[in-house]
């Protein structure tokens, strides 16, 4: 009864998913916001530089954001 217990639990943590792609989505997004945010401080008077430069990193950050919370539901 025991041994077969040990065999069905082993048998379910074999089964579990790989995490590999939210960890690189989720490392991509931590890229992307620290290379935005240094950006954002060394030229906080000319960043974004336009209106259109603004809504493509909004757009950006959303795909980004997306992918890492689809990717761990995903992954589970």
Known sequence: MLL???IAFAAEEGAEPSKTLFYICGGVLVAF???VGGLGVMRHE??????G???GLMALAALLVALTMASAVITG
Do not use: G, I, M
């Not at 000319?46 to 209106?51: L, M």
């Open 4 to 6: 077969s217990t040990l």
């Open 33 to 35: 916001a620290v290379v």
């Open 46 to 51: 000319t960043f974004p530089p336009s209106t």
């Open 53 to 55: 430069a603004a809504r």
